[in-house]
């Protein structure tokens, strides 16, 4: 059931990226198309969760990875909403799977 969830969640995420490359390439990005690996590495480094090993995670690694991409969803839509920097914007997302992993520790 939480695979299940988890690859809804994913889908979500990957539309989301898709936006977001789109919104890298008109700002001048090009490399934009790497975004979809940099999210996936900066949750799965964050967390020490090896690549390829999503199939094989507990139902809390899988709800923490979730999380992490609802994390990444909200803050790209809600900073390209407000038109910042690609830059930037790749930033404010890396600071808040940072906090959420502080979060995670206590």
Known sequence: MERNNS?????IETDVIKNF???AKMNGSRNANMY???FTKLVYSTFNIKSGERDF???EELSIIST???IINKELKASMA???????????VKK????FSIL???
Do not use: G, W
């Open 7 to 11: 690859i809804q969640i994913r889908k």
């Open 21 to 23: 490359v789109n919104y």
């Open 36 to 38: 979809f690996v940099n």
């Open 57 to 59: 995670c507990t139902p």
């Open 68 to 70: 992490s991409e609802m």
């Open 82 to 92: 407000k038109n910042m920097f690609y830059k930037d914007i790749y930033q404010r």
């Open 96 to 99: 808040r799977i940072k906090e």
């Open 104 to 106: 995670m520790k206590k």
